[in-house]
């Protein structure tokens, strides 16, 4: 499994690096996710304003995408990781019931 980062510049390493254990932990369990690449960007929005942090994997018959806005690129992204572990979670367990 890859992750790509885009765009991370405001987020301190010490948060990457946590970032990139719980997804790791996540493939772990399993070998479906094949590369995950997160980007920040600003977003376009007249109100909110703020970052946007996206996440989509290429799984195993599957793409998971989750995203998260807020005004910190920090938060966003915890947000964001957290929307993905679930996603993920959602996805193998479809996987199990079709079975």
Known sequence: MQIHWTDFGAVSPVQREAV??????LSKERNDLIDVRLVARS????????KEVRIVC?????EIVASCEDV????????AVDDFEREVRR???RRRERR
């Open 20 to 25: 990139e254990r719980r997804i790791v932990a």
């Open 43 to 50: 977003t376009q929005h007249h109100r909110r304003g703020g």
């Open 58 to 62: 290429q799984a195993c018959g599957a």
């Open 72 to 79: 910190e690129v920090g938060r966003a992204l915890d947000e």
């Open 91 to 93: 996805v193998r367990a």
